[in-house]
């Protein structure tokens, strides 16, 4: 059971009736809180500042886990990433193996915006991912296609990533669908070899 089949099984809870009259109130909590939450710019103070385009760039890996809506890891993953910019452009491509050996690859291709801004497409990713990076934080939005049971379900992700030092970022994500969180899935990214970042004392 790859990536995406593990969420599908956290999808397929939403297809109960009772679950997806909850979601309809779960989503309307979410969009009266959400506002709320933390944003990107709360931590543009932070250090050491995040560039992008130098942490991701040569090879860098990252060990995760999944877990369900109860907390319970439901799959444990690693990857391996080769990273490349040509200017504002950017490739990630992602090689993920999984716990029970299955495989699966992702490539992001990344273009950098004015103002700390990001945008990215993927096969799988409905429309394009919105990103930006304040101070050692990146936030990246994006919605995921999932197929279960012959539908095809649209799945919100809300990614943040920390810049620890100069080889570890974490990562930590949200999936939801109609404002009910579906799992979360968190990565330590490491790269092979130090990097230079800016603002570090």
Same mark, same amino acid.
């Given at each position: ?5 593990? %969420? ?5 809870? %939403? ?20 506002? &709320? ?13 995040? !560039? ?19 907390? &319970? $890891?439901?799959? +444990? ?11 504002? !452009?950017? $490739? %990630?491509? #992602? ?13 992001? +291709?990344?273009? &950098? %915006?004015?103002?700390? +801004? ?5 096969? !799988? ?26 539908? $095809? ?27 009910? +969180?579906?799992? #979360? ?17």
């Amino acid at each position: 059971m790859n990536r995406r089949q593990s %969420l599908q099984k956290m999808a397929q809870g %939403l297809t109960t009736p009772w679950l997806l009259k909850s979601s309809l109130i779960g989503g309307v909590a979410w969009g009266v809180t959400g506002c &709320a939450g933390p944003q990107v710019a709360d931590y543009s103070q932070q250090k050491p500042v995040l !560039d992008l385009r130098t942490y991701f760039n040569g090879e860098v890996e990252a060990w995760g886990v999944f877990t369900d809506r109860s907390g &319970a $890891v439901v799959k +444990r993953f690693k990857v391996q990433m080769n990273c490349q910019w040509q200017g504002d !452009d950017g $490739v %990630l491509d #992602e090689d993920f193996v999984y716990s029970d050996g299955t495989k699966q690859k992702r490539i992001w +291709r990344l273009k &950098a %915006l004015p103002n700390g +801004r990001y945008e990215g497409r993927a096969d !799988d990713v409905v429309g394009v991912a919105q990103g930006e990076v304040k101070g050692n934080a990146f936030r990246w939005q994006y919605t995921l296609a999932l197929p279960v049971d012959g539908r $095809v379900w649209n799945v919100e992700f809300d990614d943040w990533m920390f810049l620890m030092d100069e080889e570890v970022m974490i990562n930590k994500a949200v999936m939801s669908k109609f404002g009910v +969180r579906l799992g #979360e899935v968190t990565l330590s990214f490491k790269r092979r070899k130090p990097m230079s970042v800016k603002g570090q004392s």
